[in-house]
């Protein structure tokens, strides 16, 4: 579905300038024309030198098909009629069609403009005199003026303006900015969605003194187009709420129909997380609700969207009685089954609820055209004879949008007349009241390996990885690469986020195919994917040799009683058998003895794929044959072995039988030349692998992993030159061969845990890929000068090696090295430069050879007895520094200005730490750049908690330091949020620091003695300029002796009251939790400290033009592990992006 013309003008600009051309158009108008188009933005501009009193129907055309106005008030715009008419048109266009205008006062303040004084008074006196001009003209020209000199924009002489050039920099980014905001919602290339958007618009009626919780259901057949429009508004109206969640695929992602699954536990995790903006906070033993999480819930206003619901356990479980929303909710719902509204309907009709149900439409007969022709190749729609068949087309489709999308494809191929007329006589056969028929078209359209892969997909593939997918289709000896491609080429597939997506209406369509193989008998399917069909198989013995796929959901199913052991005994040509879910099911005889199975039954030698998560039997049927075997998977099974020696698996690639406890052997694997990944991880009771598997050379992952009982690593190991992974963690090895190093392509090696080990084997050769190697918890006292050889290393992980005594020099020649863990490595003396370096305790000294691993990004030095730290700022990649319980440093120098957390609590006789403005300053353009999209959390926390002995000079430095990375982040989080407003959560972007004092820092200009404070809001709080809030608080603990474990939470309620009565509450958080450590304070002395922090949720929203937050309220809360602490003092501070030399308070 999609754009119609029918709401608006079509948008062909991005941009509309209005000027005076006698003022600026050979000056800063046409600088500004040039910047945008040097941006790759489309700019209207008359250049025309002499204009008439008129304005053409182009010049209409123009403004109304463009996004943004930009207006640029000179000394001589009023003089111009011209121009008069162009704002008058202009803000009739922002009326009505929601567009943004942008005002440039270009040397003339805007009160002459607002006021029409000044030059403005003269233009129209000028005017007046005119005959022609009526009283109405004038007056409708100063409204214009006036409404829009009202308007947020940008001023020539203002002191955040140096010059034109600047000004035009910040207009273009001003721009900039916001046509990609705009575009998140954009909706181009959908035909027929605009009107039904507004539609639904209504029935969920936004308004800002409207306290009910709507529900509006999206109700209507396959494809005819829900989720998009559900997408749509949803983009469209998020800006408008606190919290907001979209829930895709409903259906598919509960699971079990009728029940609570495990799955439908996790949406609600998910809902429930992206709402209140933190972790797993339900108890997926109950369906309720913790009380406190449902007041919370209460308070806040949300929009949330539940696509593709097909059960009332679903809404009952994710959106009924035990999840209530605040006042103003929305709740979206697309199903096409009607008795889930109805249910809602009786539930949720009320005082403060209601219920609507939009039916979607077919799309019109023009719409249609207009759909069939997007993207059209012109010499094939511009002739006659395809344009009659476009006619027939579209009276066939009836309106449904997939179809026709999937006609088109079709249509596009055809080379002429002939062609179109066989197409034709295809389409004719499958009227509209059979949809499903629309995909018969493109399914025929597929070769043999296609329509496998297809029908495969529909029955068992949808929403999985498509690697897995991948894999498990070439097992089944399909070519998965080439026929997934023209899948996707024949819109019958698609791929989201890594994941296989298919049409609902395509599903069902594939569903059908398998059904009519045989309707009366589920045994004689090639296919059986459903719960009730496996069971009556199973139950009824009626598999016969056209079952070629098996996959069952055991959360689906409670048990399966077997007439007799023989069920597969018919199903000879099975090639892909998958029992997955990890649920126990009791799968017997109907005389309970499942021992029989064993004596009577095998798996059928056909099988390629066989995935059996909790296979319940100690052995695999003593009769089959894995010859044919290519996958291999039995997780959590009871298997004590698999086959006997003697089989011959030769075409075997993955075997995969992690935590089958039982498991004490396996068999020769000589033959099984062609096994890449072998994953034996928490087999606890295998005593052994057999040799043969350290012969496998196309062997790339071999998990023995927790397998206690393995004590011997061969020299022969090297032979696995194909080895890309090896993790051996837990085992009870006691060395590794020097021949390791030979193992080229090696990039993991993970020999965690491995208490018995104490040596580790000398490198000779270099190794390039080997990025991961972790020896935590061994007992290795030294490493071997050669650890140089690994000149691909990232992470080096010695942490809890409580036997290690030095570490070699060679640790320098790590160059790549990102992460070198040795926290708990009590006995080093010698520090060679880490990452992690915590708890070495007779750690005295760092030397200057420290510098040369300047790719370092973590440091702890926690607990040792070092007295100064070097230079830090060369350590330009540096992200953590850990100094606490540091008792002996005295000094900190400054510190990377990306580094987001330094946790120096504890350090009882730090004096000094530096400070340099410029650092944080240039600091802003690197985090610019680093937090990008999906990648930008960034929450920078400095804590000196029980610092007691910082000079006043340091604790300055600590309060500017804070003052200018709060505005270095606010700024930030502004520009990130305008960019890329869509891909964002909340509190992307934090600032949190913490050091002794009792006074709040005097940047903080409102603040009062208390826990509260209340302040009247300045009009401009909630303009676009308004970056957010610094928060500070003085808490004094009243018992010197107090313990403090540094889980403190300190807790703000914002209470807001709006221009027209409303009121919003909000309750942010901020933990310190520890900074990562367990350990705990004794405080002493003056124990009071002064709390900031920033973070960039904006706990109100302007709703429009004309309403806006008059008041404020703030309620400070202190708690550390249920102890309430005394907040002494507390301060705000409104931030904005005028001024960054400084932050704002009530003196403006």
């Known amino acids: 579905m999609a754009s119609s013309s029918a709401i608006q003008p079509r948008e062909k600009y991005d941009v509309f300038i209005s000027f005076r051309g006698t003022d600026t158009r050979w000056t800063f108008t046409s600088h500004l024309h040039a910047a945008l188009i040097r941006m ?41 009629t011209w121009c008069l008419d162009e704002l008058v048109h202009i803000m009739d266009c922002k009326e009505r069609y929601k567009r943004i205008v942008i005002p440039i006062f270009y040397n003339i303040d805007p009160a002459v403009v607002r006021h029409q004084t000044e030059s403005y008074a003269e233009a129209f006196a000028k005017h007046r005199s005119r005959i022609i001009f009526r009283e109405e003209k004038l007056v409708e020209w100063k409204g214009a003026l006036k409404t829009a000199a009202s308007l947020s924009g940008f001023h020539s002489t203002s002191s955040a303006v140096r010059d034109d050039s600047d ?26 969605v605009e009107s039904r958007i507004q539609q639904i618009l209504l029935l969920l009626y936004i308004v800002p003194d409207d306290v009910c919780v709507r529900y509006v259901g999206i109700w209507g057949m396959g494809g005819i187009g829900k989720t998009t429009l559900a997408n749509a508004v949803f983009h469209g109206l998020s800006s408008q709420f606190e919290a907001c969640c979209f829930l895709p695929n409903v259906r598919e992602t509960s699971a079990a129909k009728g029940d609570i699954s495990p799955q439908l536990y996790n949406l609600r995790d998910i809902l429930l997380s992206k709402l209140l903006g933190e972790g797993t906070v339900t108890n997926q033993t109950t369906p309720t609700i913790a009380c406190f999480v449902k007041e919370r819930l209460q308070r806040i206003k949300v929009l949330v969207v539940l696509d593709d619901v097909d059960d009332w356990c679903q809404l009952e479980f994710l959106v009924g009685d035990q999840v209530s929303f605040g006042s103003g909710s929305r709740i979206i719902i697309t199903t096409r089954d009607m008795r889930q509204l109805r249910e809602m309907e009786v539930l949720r009709k009320g005082a403060d609820h209601d219920v609507k149900i939009y039916q979607v439409e077919e799309l019109n007969g023009y719409e249609a055209s207009q759909l069939f022709h997007l993207n059209a190749p012109r010499d094939i729609c511009s002739e006659a004879d395809s344009k009659q068949f476009l006619i027939k087309v579209i009276r066939y489709a009836e309106g449904n949008p997939l179809a026709l999308k999937i006609w088109r494809s079709l249509f596009f191929r055809c080379k002429g007349k002939e062609d179109l007329e066989d197409l034709w006589n295809k389409l004719k056969k499958f009227p509209h009241k059979d949809l499903q028929n629309v995909c018969r078209i493109s399914y025929e359209a597929l070769e043999e390996n296609e329509r496998e892969i297809f029908l495969d997909m529909v029955c068992f593939h949808k929403g999985n990885k498509i690697g897995v997918v991948k894999r498990e289709l070439d097992a089944c000896g399909l070519f998965s690469n080439i026929g997934i491609e023209i899948l996707i080429d024949m819109t019958l597939i698609s791929i989201k986020d890594e994941c296989v997506w298919i049409h609902d209406v395509i599903q069902e369509f594939g569903w059908d195919i398998i059904r009519k193989e045989c309707p009366e008998e589920a045994g004689k399917r090639t296919r059986l994917y459903t719960s009730e069909d496996i069971i009556h198989v199973f139950e009824k013995a009626t598999g016969t040799a056209t079952v070629k796929s098996i996959c069952l959901n055991t959360w689906e199913i409670k048990e399966i009683k077997l007439a007799h052991p023989q069920v597969f005994t018919g199903m000879y040509n099975l090639i892909f058998l998958k029992f997955y879910g990890g649920k126990d099911v009791d799968i017997s005889l109907k005389d309970g003895k499942m021992e029989h199975f064993l004596d009577h039954e095998s798996f059928p030698d056909s099988l390629r794929y066989l995935h059996w998560e909790k296979y319940p039997l100690k052995s695999l049927p003593s009769q089959f044959s894995p010859n044919n075997l290519v996958e291999l998977h039995m997780p959590f099974s009871k298997l004590q072995r698999l086959w006997t020696d003697g089989q011959n698996p030769e075409n075997l690639k993955r075997i995969s039988l992690h935590y089958s406890l039982e498991l004490v052997e396996i068999p020769d694997l000589s033959e099984s030349k062609n096994i890449e990944s072998i994953d034996l991880n928490g ?8 040799s043969s598997i350290w012969s496998l050379n196309k062997l790339v992952e071999l998990k023995l992993g927790g397998c206690w009982q393995i004590k011997n690593y061969p020299r022969s190991s090297w032979k696995l030159e194909s080895l890309t992974s090896l993790n051996l963690w837990g085992t009870k090895i006691v060395n590794m061969p020097t021949s390791i190093c030979k193992m080229k392509f090696l990039e993991q090696l993970d020999l965690s845990h491995c208490l018995r080990l104490d040596y580790f084997p000398e490198i000779l050769e270099p190794m390039e890929h080997l990025e991961v190697l972790r020896l935590s918890n061994t007992q290795i006292k030294q490493l071997p000068e050669s650890i140089g050889n690994l000149v691909g290393l990232k992470l080096l992980d010695l942490s809890e090696c409580r036997s290690l005594e030095s570490v070699p020099q060679s640790i320098y020649k790590l160059n790549l090295l990102e992460e070198l863990s040795l926290g708990g490595c009590w ?13 070495c305790r007779n750690l005295e000294e760092i030397p200057d050879d420290v510098f040369s691993l300047t790719s370092l990004k973590r440091l702890n030095l926690r607990g040792s007895l070092i007295e100064s730290i070097p230079p830090l700022v060369q350590f330009s990649e540096l992200t953590y520094l850990n100094i606490s319980n540091c008792e002996r440093l005295q000094s900190l120098p400054q510190v990377p200005c990306l580094l987001e957390t330094l946790d120096a609590n504890g350090c009882t006789t730090l004096k000094t730490v530096s400070f340099s403005m410029t650092a944080i300053t240039q600091g802003s353009d690197q985090i610019d750049i680093s937090c990008q999209p999906m990648e930008g959390r960034r929450k920078e926390k400095h804590a000196f908690f029980n610092c007691l002995d910082l000079d006043e000079n340091a604790r300055s430095n600590i309060m500017n330091d804070a003052q200018l990375r709060i505005m270095r982040n606010a700024t930030v989080a502004s520009k990130r949020k305008d960019i890329y407003l869509e891909l964002f959560e909340r509190d992307e972007l934090s600032v949190r620091v913490i050091c ?6 005097k940047w903080f200009s409102y603040q009062t003695e208390g826990s509260s404070i209340y302040i009247n809001l300045p009009p401009h709080s909630s303009d676009e300029n308004f970056l957010g809030f610094a928060l500070c608080a003085v808490v004094g603990i009243s018992n010197s002796h107090t313990r403090i474990y540094l889980d403190l939470t300190l807790k703000c309620r914002y209470n807001f009251k709006f221009n027209h009565g409303i009121c919003r509450v909000s309750d942010v958080t901020c933990e310190w939790l520890g900074m990562g450590d367990n350990f705990n304070f004794k405080c002493a002395g003056a124990p009071d400290h002064v709390y900031m922090w920033y973070h960039d949720y904006h706990p109100y929203e302007r709703f429009d033009d004309t309403n806006w937050a008059t008041e404020a309220s703030f309620e400070f809360c202190a708690k550390d592990r249920g102890k309430v602490f005394n907040v002494k003092r507390c301060g705000v501070c409104l931030l904005y992006a005028q001024r960054q030399d400084a932050v704002h308070g009530s003196e403006n």
Request: with cysteine; charged share 30%; hydrophobic share 35%.
């Open 40 to 80: 790759k933005i489309d700019a209207y501009i008359d250049y025309r030198l002499e204009r008439g009193d008129d304005i053409g129907s182009a010049l209409l055309k123009a403004i109304e098909g463009s996004k943004i106005f930009v207006i640029i008030f000179s000394q001589d715009y009023a003089s111009s």
């Open 167 to 192: 000004l035009v920099e910040q207009v273009g980014k001003d721009i900039l900015t916001k046509l990609n905001r705009e575009s998140s919602s954009d909706l181009k290339g959908l035909v027929g």
């Open 996 to 1001: 002794p004092g009792n006074e709040i820092p």
């Open 827 to 839: 006995k080093l003396k010698k520090f060679p430069s880490s990452s992690i370096l915590g708890d």
């Open 683 to 690: 087999c606890e009771n295998l005593v052994q692998v057999p």
